[in-house]
């Protein structure tokens, strides 16, 4: 499986002032939490497209610590479809 490689350079502040603005569930930074979110989640563990450093943190909807996989998906899904009320 190809693992896409890519280099961050951010410095540690810029890095917390960044996941401060970012608001849980919304991977594309849209400013709404809904289905388009979760497809471009789901299009980063396809591997098909990356995520910035904010986007991961905005993907990573169960908080494990920044770790994006399906669980994360299945949350932002089930929140835009409205089964969960909350992130
Ligand atoms: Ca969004
Ligand atoms: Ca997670």
Redesign the pocket.
Known sequence: MAKASFTVEVLPDETAVQVEDVKKG?????????I??GICLNKYLLEVQTLTPSQSAAADADGNGEEVDPTDSLLILKYAVEIIDSL
Request: net charge negative; hydrophobic share 25%; glycine share 10%.
């Open positions: 919304d991977v594309n930074h849209d400013g709404s939490i809904d388009m979110d």
